[in-house]
């Protein structure tokens, strides 16, 4: 999951732009020691936020600065953490992983105690520098090379593209489409789905007619649909970047290609988005995109008050909830260890998040357990949060379409237990 493109001049990205470059203003430098002393003796701790706002996958910093903000509300209105509060400081990796690294040391001049990024995209350029750094990061996105991951200060609260891919070929199955053909760019992100969709959709009876690796930004892809199509595949698995999507769509358009079903990842869900647009006037009918599902209960609801009372709306975006409940475990886990040093309170992120323990589902809530020196089993918003030994969690994902003004509308719903029938059965 988490693999957008748009092009640079989105204006809403050129906005965002503006306030993470005030945002990440240099600061003083100083050793990580150092950093850690000054969180000590502050009453802000800062949360980083390391996103894309420029290049093709700008989309992403609007996701990371809605959520964001919201965890921080949850906890700076119920008393901070240990007497502090939470301020955020965001620099922009541009999606790139070359502007990863510097964007990371960018950051540290800020002395987070916490990160809460970056997307799949760039996490692997980073993701070494957290521990040495003292740092705990919580990253958000599906990238499948992080499913056995081992980085004691590394979590993601987002479930593996492992589990998107099977969704997607259980989805297309049980609605009898059983021959299908693969278009996937050549990212890491977007070719870390298919080992796992050609796996699942094999084992649930399904037959791959091709397999077609695209190259992002060519002029045109009329041969790569050409082979797609050759053997009249009854539905189509696609990941790719959004300006690359623009061009394969409308080759597809102008060769009649699009009338017949489109199965995408979670970025092609975004409601009235470039992705829905560019595909053309069947859209409604014909794109569905698997998208983690959204929670309910009473977890959920608590944070749609909260992003209400920040946004002034419940239309709440794309893994809002992920950034929101890394704010809330952190939180939880500094409370726990009663200190705000990572290296002390990363420890404790299990230890507030996975059973046994008493359920709680607001940050509130929990503190007062934690007072009381009882054991919790935090409920998040984007699910229960219980933590693997890998740092992984897992969810179920919802089947979204499109409707003729391209809202989305849920056409199906695929849960955590079909999704572990399909491995069972070899998928």
């Avoid at 541009?94 to 990160?115: E, G, I, N």
């Avoid at 298919?194 to 007619?209: N, R, S």
């Avoid at 952190?330 to 040093?341: I, R, V």
Wanted: hydrophobic share 40%.
């Amino acid at each position: 999951m988490i693999k957008v493109r748009l092009r640079r001049s989105a204006t809403i990205a050129l906005a965002l732009a503006v306030v993470a470059a005030a945002t990440v203003a240099a600061g003083a430098v100083g050793s990580v020691k150092s950093a850690a002393k000054q969180q000590a003796n502050s009453s802000t701790l800062v949360v980083g936020g390391i996103f894309p706002f420029t290049g093709t996958k700008a989309l992403l910093s609007q996701w990371g600065t809605h959520g964001v903000p919201v965890g921080i509300y949850e906890v700076n209105h119920n008393g901070g953490v240990l007497g502090h509060k939470w301020a955020p400081a965001y620099v922009d990796d541009a999606a790139d992983s070359v502007d990863a690294l510097p964007a990371f040391r960018k950051l540290l001049l800020k002395h987070p105690t916490m990160v809460v990024g970056p997307f799949s995209p760039t996490i692997e350029a980073v993701i070494n520098q957290f521990k040495p750094n003292n740092v705990a990061d919580f990253m958000v996105g599906g990238l499948t090379q992080l499913d056995h991951m081992n980085y004691p200060y590394v979590f993601r609260t987002s479930s593996s593209d492992s589990n998107e891919a099977i969704a997607m070929a259980y989805y297309a199955i049980h609605h009898g489409w059983k021959t299908a053909s693969l278009i996937f760019d050549n990212s890491a992100n977007s070719q870390g789905f298919v080992p796992p969709l050609e796996k699942a959709f094999k084992a649930l009876g399904g037959t791959i007619d091709s397999n077609i690796t695209i190259t992002p930004g060519q002029s045109s892809y009329n041969a790569e649909l050409a082979q797609a199509f050759a053997n009249h595949p009854q539905v189509i698995f696609d990941s790719m970047d959004s300006q690359s999507a623009a061009t394969l769509f409308s080759d597809g358009q102008q060769l009649g290609y699009m009338n017949v079903p489109w199965i995408g990842d979670d970025l092609q869900s975004a409601p009235n988005g470039d992705y829905a647009k560019a595909f053309g006037p069947t859209a409604s009918t014909e794109l569905t995109a698997a998208l983690p599902a959204s929670p309910s209960g009473g977890a959920f609801n608590h944070f749609l008050s909260d992003y209400q009372q920040v946004w002034h709306t419940k239309t709440i975006l794309p893994t809002t909830f992920n950034e929101y409940d890394s704010i809330v475990i952190a939180s939880l886990a500094m409370t726990a260890a009663n200190s705000t040093n990572p290296a002390v309170w990363v420890k404790d992120v299990v230890k507030v998040t996975n059973p046994p323990g008493i359920q709680c589902s607001t940050y509130a809530a929990c503190v007062r357990l934690l007072g009381k020196h009882k054991k919790i089993n935090y409920q998040g918003a984007s699910g229960n949060d219980d933590f693997n030994q890998y740092h992984n969690v897992f969810s179920g994902f919802q089947m979204v379409g499109f409707d003729s003004s391209l809202n989305n509308v849920t056409r199906g719903f695929v849960t955590p237990q079909q999704l572990e029938a399909v491995v069972a059965q070899g998928g």
